[in-house]
């Protein structure tokens, strides 16, 4: 295992914890247009169905993300979210670059990871303002973070 190879699993865990659902999407879509292989367990996401539904619960993630009502409601589901999307993404990405970890450590980093900076990213959004017309700090911090995840990956 390589330096290169823990920084790009601590990198996709961490967008995980931001950006659960477009990070899953970005580490199949690689798989998918490069012909690499992901796991087994993952294999349905490549699918035109599976790339659908992604894309179908990426959109609703962000547009969840932008309500600090809707984010109250969902907080604690969010943390298995997040945790779950971290450690799939991490085993997708480990599978693609080398395959040598062992399973159990490559979920248990990217779900670490992802829930650790999922909390942090919490707490720092509870002191940010909304806004007035959906267009204050909170919407440019999200924008932010997505491009910011595109960018990660």
Same mark, same amino acid.
């Given at each position: 295992?390589?330096?290169?190879?823990?920084?790009?699993?601590?990198?996709?865990?961490?967008?995980?914890?931001?950006?659960?659902?477009?990070?899953?999407?970005a580490v199949v879509l690689v798989a998918r247009l490069?012909?690499?292989?992901?796991?087994?367990?993952?294999?349905?996401?490549?699918?035109?169905?599976?790339?659908?539904?992604?894309?179908?619960?990426?959109?609703?993630?962000?547009?969840?993300?932008?309500?600090?009502?809707?984010?109250? !409601?969902?907080?604690?589901?969010?943390?298995?979210?997040?945790?779950?999307?971290?450690?799939?993404?991490?085993?997708?990405?480990?599978?693609?670059?080398?395959?040598?970890?062992?399973?159990?450590?490559?979920?248990?980093?990217?779900?670490?990871?992802? !829930?650790?900076?999922?909390?942090?990213? !919490?707490?720092?959004?509870?002191?940010?303002?909304?806004?007035?017309?959906?267009?204050?700090?909170?919407?440019?911090?999200?924008?932010?973070?997505?491009?910011?995840?595109?960018?990660?990956?």
């Open positions: 295992m390589t330096l290169a190879l823990v920084g790009q699993l601590l990198g996709i865990a961490a967008a995980s914890g931001t950006r659960a659902t477009l990070t899953l999407l490069s012909d690499g292989t992901v796991p087994e367990g993952l294999s349905f996401l490549t699918t035109n169905v599976g790339l659908a539904m992604l894309v179908a619960v990426a959109v609703l993630d962000e547009l969840v993300d932008r309500d600090p009502e809707l984010q109250e !409601i969902v907080a604690v589901a969010n943390i298995g979210v997040r945790g779950a999307a971290g450690a799939a993404s991490a085993w997708g990405v480990e599978s693609l670059v080398d395959g040598s970890l062992p399973d159990s450590v490559t979920w248990l980093l990217g779900a670490g990871v992802a !829930i650790a900076v999922h909390l942090v990213r !919490i707490r720092v959004l509870s002191y940010v303002p909304d806004g007035a017309g959906g267009l204050g700090p909170r919407t440019w911090i999200a924008w932010l973070e997505a491009g910011g995840v595109l960018g990660l990956i």
